[in-house]
């Protein structure tokens, strides 16, 4: 299954809200994860589920979406939240990851 | 708290084998509830799964890999390697190891090993 991320890159400022799609090739109910990797870090999971939020993860991020289209929303940006996100399917084997989203500083 | 940490030899010749191991510590890789993925990143590049070994033993390999991989498990050393044949310089990556919910299929990975550079060189 692929999943495509869109945008591929995008410029923000703090306190802006901003939403990363992820699109799978084919239905995979609500079998994603989203994750943020900063530089030189292992990624980290934030949404589970399609819309679980994660133990410990600020309120600020939250997903959605079932079938083939979803999304990650950062409600207000915060300086710590720039860098790549991550979808993840896990509907089917293999598991396999979009292509980040790289979110910068505008 | 869980931990994993990933070790083995960081730069391997073309043509021969990579071989990492990732030890848990703070939990059991006995659990029914997980398993234990290896996960690869090429420099500047997204996330590929390489495959996972769960607490029955059983495994499954990403279908590009399946001929040159091979993961095991030493539980009484909490610990689980990977394998990597004939190795090119298209293996050069940074390898991961994390912890994977479990629901009857391998689900998030919810634990991560720091990573570990391997470079392919002769």
Do not use: M
């Amino acid at each position: 299954i692929q999943l495509t991320q869109s945008p591929s890159s995008l410029s923000a400022s703090v306190g802006d809200r901003v939403t990363i799609t992820c699109r799978a090739s084919q239905g995979i109910s609500t079998g994603l994860a989203w994750y943020q990797q900063k530089p030189g870090k292992p990624p980290k999971v934030l949404i589970y589920e399609a819309s679980g939020l994660e133990s410990g993860v600020p309120s600020r991020f939250s997903g959605s979406g079932s079938g083939t289209d979803f999304t990650l929303t950062i409600s207000s940006l915060q300086p710590e939240d720039f860098a790549t996100y991550y979808c993840q399917q896990f509907s089917s084997y293999p598991l396999t990851f979009g292509q980040g989203t790289r979110l910068e500083i505008k | 708290q869980l931990q994993l940490q990933e070790s083995g030899s960081g730069l391997v010749k073309p043509s021969q084998t990579l071989s990492l191991t990732c030890t848990v510590s703070g939990g059991s890789i006995s659990s029914a509830d997980y398993s234990w993925s290896w996960i690869r990143q090429p420099p500047g590049k997204g996330l590929q799964w390489i495959g996972y070994i769960y607490h029955s033993g059983s495994n499954y390999y990403t279908p590009s890999l399946q001929s040159r991989v091979a993961i095991s498990a030493d539980r009484s050393k909490s610990q689980f390697s990977l394998q990597l044949y004939s190795v090119t310089a298209a293996d050069t990556a940074v390898y991961f190891c994390a912890r994977s919910v479990h629901i009857n299929y391998v689900g998030w990975f919810d634990t991560w090993g720091q990573g570990i550079q391997v470079t392919v060189s002769s």
